[in-house]
């Protein structure tokens, strides 16, 4: 079992490695960061067997056909709005957006709901703003420095290069959409159906790591921070701020996600025609919860999360 970590995101999996429960619950893995291969392709090759990804990235695939399921949650939110410092104020209205260029990084999954926060608010993202994508974050930031755009999405990680700059926060986006849905579980669709169990026990360890990350944050922070060669304060400022956090989250939220996909197919982002629904399975996160539930049955974290599960996840049960 190959379980692929690329960043302080995949945080809960690396707890559950580290803290000694995916190995208690019956699973070798092989818990690595690997480069130079396409994360999609290295699920389909059989090179991984999960991966932590955008949400963004799998969906499209899903839309292709290709062999891949989403299976749970990872993070939720984790971008902000920035500009410049004459203008935080300005672009906090979303009508103010109107006629603006935006920057924003192709697979940025806040800037689609960004997009459909600001069609709610009565401004038309495919006509009335103008989009320039770019292949990283460093380009976003230095298009709003150099007067190529005027407001801009990027990943938490850059709010201090985005202040260094000269620049500043207008929002958070999870001030408008919180809790949008960010990275998922994502496996081959096949070997899920196939190996369920292996799946749900990896949910079963990083269940009992989701509450040393809530409940333990120093721990958290020393395990982590050796991992991510980083010290305490930026671990800290990942996991734990109020401004710069991306906050983690196991639950798959098939709501959000299939309301995402929709978009993302009326606006022609992702192709058409094939339902997300199929390539989703919930179950796995639902019974990981109920075996903990059953282990620790006095556990209020655990009932609270499945009550959750069952108000994120209702479409699935209708």
Known sequence: FNFELGSLRASV???AWK??????EGIDAQFAAL????????????????????????????????DVAIFGGTAAEGSTVITTSEKVEYFKDLINWRGAVVATTRLNNADFVTRAKLLEAGVDPQTEITYKEFDDNTLVVQAIVKGEADVAVV??????VAREAGLDVSFPVRDIAPMYVCCRHTGRKSDIEANRQ???????????AYKVYLEDHQRTIDILKELAREDDEFVNNYLYSPESSS?????????????LYGLLQEWGKIED??????????TIYED???????????????????EEFYVNNSEAFS
């Open 13 to 15: 999996p690396t707890l």
């Open 19 to 24: 803290l000694g429960y995916v190995e208690e």
């Open 35 to 66: 480069t130079g291969v396409d994360a999609i392709n290295a699920i389909a090759i059989g090179k991984t067997d999960v991966q932590v990804m955008s949400v963004y990235q799998t969906l499209a695939h899903i839309a292709q056909g290709t």
């Open 155 to 160: 990943t938490n990680e850059f709010i201090s």
């Open 198 to 208: 292996k799946y749900v026990n990896i949910y079963i360890a990083e269940l009992r």
């Open 247 to 259: 906050p983690l989250t196991l639950d798959p939220s098939l709501n959000k996600i299939k309301a």
């Open 273 to 282: 025609g094939i339902s997300v629904a199929d390539s989703i399975d919930v």
């Open 288 to 306: 990981a919860l109920k075996e903990v539930i059953r282990r620790y049955p006095d556990d209020k974290l655990y009932q609270r999360l499945l």
